[in-house]
């Protein structure tokens, strides 16, 4: 989904009750880039994810969408990747096929079905892992800036400023909260007790594509679960 309406939901900006305030909904999708015909079928939002509604004609389908959006809500809690929840997910309804008989479209039926339709789907769209960055500011004498410099780098941070003030360098930088831990006693080890530093929260980033696959496989490992994700067509049955 695209990063404008990704913002726009953080930043809460779409009606409460999408269902309820359709037009709304729309027109504020559609100021944002989204097609017309996806945008007019939103019925259901969860935390930085939408599903929508594109198909025409189908008989019983909008009665079962209640169930659906359940569905919706289970999956966008625990993704198919490391089962955590999801982020900038757009679930597209394009076909379904409904029993004529109402008890064969009742929650044990239309559940399952649209859970491992969402599943599978995320899986072969190449989903992402996302991981938590922190902005780390540090005001440390000049002469050790270097020690602290060192000391960033070894965490996968990227320096974004640094400038002089007095006899002090301030350095502005961003590194992933995995990459922190221990970062205190190290810091004041490196520079003799001599900064000062602090750290503010800044969201989440795509982890590197080359760190991806041993990260799925230890988180997955650690909840228990199987260390490699299950394909697409396991979705299938």
Known sequence: MPDSIVKALYN??????????KKETAKILQDLGMDKDVAKGVFGVHGLNIITDTTKGIQHLFETRDLIMEAFDEVMKSGPTVSEPCQG?????????????????????VIPAARNAIYGAIT???????????????????????DASRE?????????DMKTVGDSVEIEAKAPVAEMFGFASAIRSATGG???????NMGFEPLPKNLRDDVIKKVRERKGLKPEPYPADYYMG
């Not at 779409?14 to 305030?21: A, D, M, Y």
């Open 12 to 21: 809460n900006e779409l009606p409460e009750n999408v269902k309820k305030f």
């Open 89 to 109: 997910v757009l679930v597209k309804l394009v076909d379904a096929k409904l029993h004529e008989d109402a008890i064969h479209r009742g929650p044990a039926q």
């Open 124 to 146: 072969i769209s190449e989903p992402t892992l996302l991981e938590p960055m922190q902005k780390v500011f540090i005001s440390t004498p000049q002469e050790i800036m270097g």
């Open 152 to 160: 960033l780098n070894s965490r996968r941070s990227e320096v974004k």
């Open 194 to 200: 001599r900064v000062l530093w602090n750290t503010e």
